[in-house]
């Protein structure tokens, strides 16, 4: 008895080690989908059409998962609108874009596999996404050794470190680097009832270390005194010893600056012990993430201040009314400035491939780096600055929208537009932080 | 005249030889690139879980901070080259110096704990790396990490920064790991620490100073790991704290156990295993975190002991199948004459 089950057990494991050997070299023989980035045109009662495949990388899951999950539904839906409108035409061909996604986990070793597996298995040329600044920046470095066979068009990945490295010219971002002169947001905060401002800043992190001594720096000059700076770090939930020291120290304001969560929760922490007073975050997020940390009534006298401007009334021709409609149709929430970016990417792509007439990637490159901010179409949310010659992307492949002043809404539980801040005060600041960067990097 | 075991020894060591071949034409055989990436990684966390199993598996203590030398190693090389500019090779020197400084600090320590003790001081410390790697963000760039330029060397006329070039470097650190393990536990050093494993009184008792041979054991492991390291750190070009982190020390874990500790193949199986399986479950999307896990606990549950155990046995009743056919042909042929 132990002898037969000892060689059904011996038989097993061979039929095991065979199966999975065949998978491996089936694996590593074959060569994916071979159908590359641009799928061949064919007839289809006269009208021709065809497939372009594009690369999703997002942080799916992961601490970046709060800007990456919507940047992949902001992604999505630009897509199916992009599609259910004939896709995207060159010459008499209309293509539809299909889209292979992966999940990077916001991790850096996970972000290479994908991009990897993007370029050597799937055959995509150009990869969208990128909701989280260490995935992406990670995935960088394989993009700036494969120039010629990628292009990647980042959203939210904003930290200011990015295109520092983008030295071969082939990533491109829609969403403004965390590099951005701050004054007219720091002006705006004196104007809410900031005089003396404590900051709790996530100081760890490059993109919002950054930006937090950016704001620091103008205070002085606005007229703003600052109590003190606390840090915190990514996941952390206890807030009460940073709060307790600010608002004993004598603020009358707290400027947060970080992750959506970990600010909403420092908002929930500050009402918890009484206060009332203004509070100004520098983070993004859905009215429904934040409802998720703190209640509607602690989210009374707060303030976001970011590169966003998915919220109803940003612009008078009801563009943002209209992606606010049809964000909360297909996702059942709110939208937030990550997936406003990545929505855009959609749109910055299609106006590429159009305008250079081509499937031929480095042809579409070229021709999106001569984008003009009029080729776009005008459900594009950002309000992008038309740099010179009208131009979208500076010489560093970065567009530029100014920075938008929320408040939040008891009525509609949500952030409504405030005031637009910021106009063409970006792309100086962002050019000599690059520079100097470069110099310091030998790059 | 070839005796029986002296055939078998030739046997495997021809077996040894093709498989060496194949590693050296790999890159021919694997077209896709992205295979290949995937087999560099399987032999860096080789190299990193060698290290592990010489603590683990020839020494008996359950060490939680493999995944922490392995971040050393990275950012020891990596701040090298971006700060001074120093090459590949000085990094990897450097990352093992670092290796050895840091495996004696919190060797001393902690190797005087046994047991669970053991564990979890080793794991303190990995989240104490953690910590200084994310929170002294002015040398490590905190959270996000920091990026360096590809290297510039090249190795047999092939750029290292090319995968293949890379492939072939962390092949020849994966061959040397294996020959050294090999050496280490054959030697008399090997045989000490191996019988501290056993019985640290008895072997205390014939002679052998089991804290140095621990801490040595130690130090072997760190070395490795900060090796492994610094390969990753110029393969990727790019360093952030969150692969470093303890839930990581799980997998390294999880690799040697799967694999099999205490022997020489177990890593490798491990690695491959660790580093593979994900990636042929990524259909699975969002449940593929999920669908890892349950695999695992389905191989540690039908194998306890690794999946080199079953594959030694069969491997020990082909060898008997092929040598007892010789011998019985061999012993024929001599009645005949």
């Known amino acids: ?443 | 005249m070839i005796t029986g075991n002296n055939a078998k020894k030739h046997f495997v060591n021809v077996i040894l030889i093709v498989i060496l071949v194949v590693f050296i034409f790999l890159p021919k055989i694997v077209t896709v690139s992205y295979y290949l990436h995937l087999i560099v990684m399987s032999l860096i966390w080789f190299i990193l879980i060698s290290g592990l199993n010489v603590i683990q598996g020839y020494t008996g203590y359950v060490s939680m901070c493999q995944i922490a030398f392995y971040g050393i190693g990275a950012y020891t090389s990596g701040l090298l080259m971006k700060n001074l500019h120093w090459g590949l090779g000085q990094g990897i020197l450097a990352a093992v110096g670092m290796g050895l400084i840091v495996g004696t600090i919190i060797g001393f320590p902690s190797l005087r704990t046994k047991g669970h003790y053991f564990s979890i001081v080793t794991l303190a410390f990995t989240m104490l790396m953690f910590t200084i790697l994310r929170g002294w963000s002015g040398l490590t760039g905190g959270i996000v990490g920091f990026a360096v330029r590809p290297v510039s060397e090249s190795l047999f006329g092939i750029p290292l920064n090319t995968r293949q070039g890379y492939y072939y470097l962390v092949l020849i650190f994966a061959v040397l790991t294996i020959l050294f393990v090999k050496r280490m536990t054959g030697s008399r050093t090997g045989r000490a620490i191996i019988a501290v494993r056993e019985n640290e009184n008895l072997a205390s008792s014939i002679g052998v100073n089991v804290f140095a041979m621990k801490l040595l054991a130690f130090d072997i492991s760190a070395v490795l790991g900060c090796i492994a390291g610094a390969l990753y750190m110029h393969y990727v070009n790019f360093v952030s704290p969150a692969g470093f982190a303890a839930e990581y020390a799980m997998n390294t874990l999880l690799a040697g156990m799967v694999g099999g500790v205490g022997t020489l193949v177990g890593p490798a199986i491990g690695s491959f295993i660790v580093i593979f399986l994900p990636e042929m479950l990524r259909a699975a999307a969002l449940y593929r975190q999920l669908a890892f896990g349950i695999v695992l606990i389905i191989i540690v549950f039908a194998l306890p002991h690794g999946v080199v155990r079953p594959l030694t046995k069969l491997w020990t009743w082909a060898l008997a199948k092929i040598f007892r056919k010789n011998n019985v042909e061999e012993a024929t042929l001599a009645s005949n004459k």
């Open chain 1, 1 to 443: 008895m132990k002898k037969g089950s000892m060689r059904i057990g011996k038989v097993l494991l061979s039929v095991l080690l065979i199966a999975v050997l065949t998978s491996m070299t089936a694996a590593c023989g074959g060569s994916g989908s071979g159908s590359g980035s641009d799928g061949g045109a064919d007839a289809d009662g006269g009208a021709k059409t065809g497939t372009i495949v594009w690369g999703v990388d997002d942080s799916l899951t992961g601490t970046g998962a709060g800007s990456g999950l919507p940047s992949y539904q902001g992604t999505v839906l630009a897509v199916e609108q992009v599609n259910a409108e004939g896709g995207i035409q060159i010459g008499d061909t209309s293509y539809t874009i299909q889209l292979k996604e992966y999940d990077n986990k916001s991790d850096a070793s996970e972000a290479v596999s994908t991009l990897t597996k993007l370029l050597d298995v799937d055959k995509v040329h150009f990869v969208i996404g990128w909701g989280s600044s260490t995935a992406t920046l990670a995935a960088a470095q394989i993009a700036m050794t494969r120039q010629d066979d990628v292009t990647m068009v980042v959203g939210n990945g904003r930290t200011p470190m990015l295109m520092v490295y983008n030295t071969q010219g082939n990533i491109f971002r829609s969403g403004t680097g965390n590099v951005y002169d701050p004054i007219g947001i720091v002006q705006y905060m004196k104007e809410v009832g900031c005089n003396k401002t404590g900051v709790i800043a996530m100081m760890n992190d490059t993109a919002y270390s950054v930006s937090a001594k950016q704001y620091m720096e103008k205070f002085e000059e606005c007229g703003i005194e600052s109590v003190g700076l606390e840090n915190f770090e990514a996941n952390d939930t206890d807030f009460n010893t940073q709060v307790t020291k600010l608002l004993h120290a004598g603020a009358d304001s707290i400027l947060t600056v970080g992750n959506i969560i970990e600010s909403a929760t420092i908002v929930r922490t500050i009402r918890e012990q009484g206060s009332d007073i203004p509070i100004v975050n520098f983070s993004a997020g859905t009215g429904s993430q934040w409802l998720g940390v703190c209640t509607n009534e602690q989210m009374n006298n707060c303030y976001t201040t970011r590169p966003w401007a998915s919220a109803i009334g940003a612009t008078d021709d009801g563009t943002q009314e209209a992606y606010t409609e049809a964000y909360i149709a297909r996702w059942n929430d709110s939208p937030a400035q990550a997936d406003c970016q990545a929505y855009d990417d959609v749109w910055i792509m299609k106006a590429a491939y159009e305008k250079a007439q081509s499937t031929d990637p480095l042809e579409v490159r070229a021709a999106m780096k001569e984008l003009k901010v009029s080729d776009l179409d005008p459900r594009c949310v950002d309000a992008f600055e038309a740099l010179d010659g009208d131009k979208l992307f500076d010489e560093f492949n970065q567009a530029y929208a100014p920075y938008q002043c929320m408040r939040w809404s008891m009525e509609e539980k949500t952030w409504t537009l405030a005031a637009v801040v910021g106009r063409n005060l970006g792309p100086a600041a962002h050019r000599e932080y690059v520079l100097e960067q470069r110099e310091k990097e030998g790059l």
